[in-house]
């Protein structure tokens, strides 16, 4: 048996040709999906800007309300609007100009009654809500209600309240010796208060 050799090593054995291109030539592959063109990360940049405006606005709010309490205004109509709305909602005067602690808030009015002895008699209690010791004035007018009336005074009286201390509470009355008959009532018509010591003479 001879064997055989060729001087062309090409001669026995075949080349296989490349396999075809599994895309078109010159055809770019597809985009992934979405075009690559979406923004990330700019949700949680809008969330946090929105939550920094809302502090800021916050922030602002209570800048103007803490200033509008503490500082108020120069020419003091805040002082006497509170002033007003106090008259308005006791029925009750004052000559005092204390915004924070209107006289017209410490008292009250408990009983009105008669005293038993064809008299009438009114009392109640007084605290006074400042830090320091204060003399006050209580005037109290009591009216006749029969017949119809709406309230026609048959007396007044003032009671007079020394060196109460500041945030004490006392108790105060007035009395009328001799009333009319039928019904009647009574009324706080004016409390002032002072420092201790220096309420002026009636």
């Given at each position: 048996?001879?064997?055989?050799?060729?001087?062309?090593?090409?001669?026995e054995f075949a080349v296989p040709a490349p396999p075809p291109p599994s895309v078109t030539p010159g055809s770019a592959p597809p985009p992934p999906s979405g075009g690559g063109?979406?923004?990330?990360?700019?949700?949680?940049?809008?969330?946090?800007?929105?939550?920094?405006?809302?502090?800021?606005?916050?922030?602002?709010?209570?800048?103007?309300?803490?200033?509008?309490?503490?500082?108020?205004?120069?020419?003091?109509?805040?002082?006497?609007?509170?002033?007003?709305?106090?008259?308005?909602?006791?029925?009750?005067?004052?000559?005092?100009?204390?915004?924070?602690?209107?006289?017209?808030?410490?008292?009250?009015?408990?009983?009105?009654?008669?005293?038993?002895?064809?008299?009438?008699?009114?009392?109640?209690?007084?605290?006074?809500?400042?830090?320091?010791?204060?003399?006050?004035?209580?005037?109290?007018?009591?009216?006749?209600?029969?017949?119809?009336?709406?309230?026609?005074?048959?007396?007044?009286?003032?009671?007079?309240?020394d060196g109460v201390a500041g945030n004490a509470t006392v108790e105060w009355s007035a009395t009328v010796e001799e009333a009319p008959e039928g019904a009647f009532a009574c009324?706080?018509?004016?409390?002032?208060?002072?420092?201790?010591?220096?309420?002026?003479?009636?």
């Amino acid at each position: 048996m001879v064997e055989h050799f060729d001087d062309d090593p090409d001669a026995e054995f075949a080349v296989p040709a490349p396999p075809p291109p599994s895309v078109t030539p010159g055809s770019a592959p597809p985009p992934p999906s979405g075009g690559g063109t979406e923004p990330r990360g700019c949700l949680p940049l809008v969330i946090v800007g929105g939550a920094a405006a809302f502090v800021a606005l916050l922030v602002v709010v209570i800048v103007v309300i803490v200033g509008v309490k503490f500082f108020g205004t120069d020419d003091g109509s805040s002082d006497a609007e509170i002033l007003q709305d106090v008259f308005i909602q006791t029925g009750i005067a004052s000559a005092s100009t204390d915004a924070d602690h209107p006289p017209q808030r410490d008292i009250r009015l408990g009983v009105c009654e008669g005293d038993g002895n064809g008299g009438v008699r009114a009392a109640g209690t007084l605290t006074n809500w400042t830090s320091t010791p204060a003399d006050y004035r209580i005037d109290v007018s009591f009216r006749s209600m029969a017949g119809g009336s709406s309230g026609e005074e048959f007396a007044a009286r003032v009671t007079e309240l020394d060196g109460v201390a500041g945030n004490a509470t006392v108790e105060w009355s007035a009395t009328v010796e001799e009333a009319p008959e039928g019904a009647f009532a009574c009324r706080l018509v004016a409390v002032n208060r002072w420092k201790a010591g220096q309420r002026p003479a009636a």
